[in-house]
Every structure is written in C-alpha cells, then in structure tokens.
C-alpha cells in the first residue's frame, strides 16, 4: 500500500474513534437528560410519570399499563375489581398485588392501633365519599355501621397459588393506600428497566426515583393546605417518598359545616383533631400513605409520638390554626416558603 493509502486509512480509523468518542460523551451528558413524561388520569386523579434516559420511553408504557392493571384490581367504585368482587360477596379470591396490598394494610392497621382501618367502607359509602351523593349520617346509622368496622377480623392467606382475603363480614376500602403502592411498583418497574432517575406525581402523592439527571436533589413543594394555590415550602430529596393526606382533597358542606374525607374509625366521623395536613416522607410509598391517612386520624400529640417510636420516616403537619411542624430529619431538606414558620419537633 502507497503512503496515500495508509494516510487515508488512518484518517478513516481517526475519525471513526473521534466519532465514537462524540456519541458516548453525548449519551452520557445528554441522552440520560432527556425527559419523557406520561400524563394520565387513573384512580380517580392525575397522575403525572416522569423519566429520564434511554430507556425512559419503554418503561413508561409498562408503568402506565401496571396503573391500569391495579386499578381494575383495587378500584371500590368499578364493579369487577377483586375489591368489589369481595365486599359483593361474589369471590374471595384475589390477585397477588390486592393480597400484598391487604397485607401491608393491615400491618400498617395493627402499628397505628386501628387508626388506619381499611374496613372502614361501609362507613365510608354512607357518607357518600366514594360515590357523588355526599351526605352526613345519622348517628344511630353510623353506630350501627361501625359494629361491621374492624380490620382484625380481615385473614389473608395464600395456599399455593390462589390468594384469598377475608373470612368476617367485612368490607374493604384500599383508597389510603392504593396510591402509594403503585407508586412502590411503578418504581421497581423503572429500576428494572434501567432508569435511574424519575418523578412520579400520583395525584399529588410524589415519589422520586435517584437524583435529577444533573446529581442535584428532586424539588418538591408542598401544597398549602389552607390555601391550595400556593406552598408552604419546598422539600430537596432524593429516593424518597412525599405523601400527604388533607382536609382540603375532598369535602363537601352542609349547613355551614365542612365534611371531609379522612374518618376516624373510632366515631365513623371526619377526624377532627386539629390537623389539616399530614405529610409523610420516606423511603416506602405505601408505609408513607398508610401513615398519611393515620397520624392525620391521630392528631399532633399522638403523631408526633408515634413518629418518635418508629423512627424511618419524617413528617410535616400543618394545624388549623395554621401553624407549621416538621421533625429534625428535614430540617436540612426543607425550605420554607415566605409567611411560613416551622417549628422543630426534636426526637
Ligand atoms: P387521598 O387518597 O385523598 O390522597 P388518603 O391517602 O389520606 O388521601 O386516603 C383517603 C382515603 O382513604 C379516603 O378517600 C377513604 O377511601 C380512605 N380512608 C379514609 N379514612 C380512612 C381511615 N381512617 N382508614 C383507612 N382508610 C381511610
Ligand atoms: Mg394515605
């Protein structure tokens, strides 16, 4: 080969390391920024998934169907879910994520002393929440529902393949914490398939999935309770879990009096101890919704008792009156919006 050749096979070899070299830079700084987000509107709310990298695009679409399959599963309105199926009395038996979900209710059900009761439903139905005929009551009818209340006598079990739930008369409300598990699954969805870093907002309950494509933490604000148009802050995390049960998401009112939707399985009414808000933020989706829903049930005193006992998750309340709380462990995460204060609760 003349030296022309050889120069000219350098300079094709040259350029094809250099364009190499161009294509890897350029996956490893802006392919993984590119961002795919899927909206949809499922369990009754808006839920926005958010992804980042090359195989964003793919595990969307698996995400978005493994919305859809545990909706149809633990859906209370829609008439073929298995949860319809058992408080109908037409099966007992389950799909595996229905029986997980049960089974990590009722745990949940058991640490918080009842005040998470996801055999709260047929109180629950008379009061409407679940249907469009918002009403209050009576409370001799609400003393007579709640005898059918009581998340004890619920016994899942697995023999072989078929799980089942259920042996009392008991009738099953999955809504607390439904939503935090789908965000549990959708999240193992995006991991296997390679995604390192997402948000997902499942109707305001977010779960963030590592670090901003950039290495910097997810921003999250947090809704003002008393007025939902505004934050009250903003959280800066990473890998975590921000969910939060209100007053304010669904209510309706009669003679002057507001009705919400989080009861207290105790009386059968709205919990009412002083709390509009409870945020929850740590690493499960569902222990975060389940608790949500409960230390609002509870109220601050017993709230931050319990948070001081279990110790893997941290917690913003807001009260009526509108004073702000947050435990310690975010007090380097949290930034506060202008007007707002927030008081430290210390271990
Ligand atoms: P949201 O679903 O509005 O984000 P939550 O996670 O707090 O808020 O769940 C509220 C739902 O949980 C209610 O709509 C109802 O279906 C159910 N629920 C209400 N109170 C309780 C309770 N004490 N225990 C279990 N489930 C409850
Ligand atoms: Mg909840």
């Excluded at 101890?273 to 017993?302: I, Q």
Aim: with cysteine.
């Amino acid at each position: 080969m003349n030296n022309i050749g050889k120069k000219f096979i350098s300079m094709v070899v040259g350029l094809a390391v250099l364009a190499a070299i161009l294509i890897l830079v350029y996956r490893a700084e802006y392919a993984t920024e590119e961002a795919h987000t899927k909206d949809m509107f499922a369990m009754d709310t808006y839920f926005v998934l958010k992804a980042y990298g090359p195989e964003a695009e793919t595990a969307l679409e698996l995400c978005e169907a493994k919305v859809l399959e545990l909706e149809a599963a633990l859906s209370v309105t829609k008439a073929d879910s298995d949860v319809s199926k058992y408080n109908n009395r037409e099966s007992r038996m389950v799909s595996w994520d229905t029986y997980t979900l049960v089974e990590k209710a009722l745990q949940l059900c058991e640490e918080t002393d009842g005040a998470l009761d996801i055999t709260l439903y047929p109180v629950q139905q008379a009061w409407g929440f679940t249907t469009d005929s918002k009403r209050v009551p009576s409370h001799e009818e609400l003393k007579e529902l709640l005898k059918k209340v009581d998340y004890k006598g619920l016994i899942p079990s697995a023999p072989g393949r078929c799980p089942i739930i259920g042996m009392g008369e008991q009738q099953i409300d999955l809504g607390a914490v439904a939503k935090g598990y789908t965000g549990d699954c959708l999240l193992d969805i995006l991991r296997e398939q390679g995604v390192t870093s997402a948000m997902l907002d499942l109707g305001g309950n977010v779960q963030v999935l590592g670090s901003k494509p950039d290495g910097s933490p997810w921003k999250v604000a947090v809704r003002n309770p008393l007025d939902t148009s505004t934050a009250i802050g903003v959280l800066e995390i990473s890998d975590k879990a921000v969910i939060t049960s209100g007053s304010y998401e669904r209510y309706f009112e009669e003679n002057g009096k507001r009705y919400w939707h989080i009861l207290d399985p105790k009386t059968g009414y709205p919990a009412d101890k002083g709390l509009v808000s409870v945020t929850v933020v740590g690493e499960s989706g569902v222990r975060c919704d389940g608790l949500s829903t409960a230390l609002f049930v509870m109220g601050k005193k017993n709230a931050v008792e319990f948070w001081r006992s279990a110790g893997d998750f941290e917690m913003l309340l807001v009260t009526e009156g509108g004073e702000l709380y947050i435990t310690e462990g975010l007090q380097e995460n949290f930034v506060c919006s202008e007007g707002w204060n927030a008081e430290v609760i210390n271990r």
